[in-house]
């Protein structure tokens, strides 16, 4: 079973972000396979990841054979949008946002 989308990316965003502190970050420990996805969606996804702004670092690789482009890490780095996009969507803030959304719908509050 494929893994949705969002999933992926916080999983990645995830990764890049704890990994701030290392000299050198090793992208190939969110590669496809260890993310349980096939190749063409994990390059469609950091494809969406790159024109979001959510990372930067990686250099895209046309190939004439493939309907979709292929990048290749070269100092890959979670942004501060990447960051932001990781807050908003911890299971926290889903929580308070629903919380803060039941709150309105009582009278009073």
Known sequence: MAKETKDVIIAILQYLNESLDEERID???????SLGISYPRYCRILSMMMNE????????ITIADYAFDQYKAVHPCITL?????LEQNKPSSKAYAILKEIRDWIPGY
């Open 81 to 85: 949008k990447g960051i932001d996009y």
């Open 53 to 60: 702004g959510y990372i930067e670092g990686l250099s895209r």
């Open 27 to 33: 992208f190939s420990k969110v590669n496809n396979e």
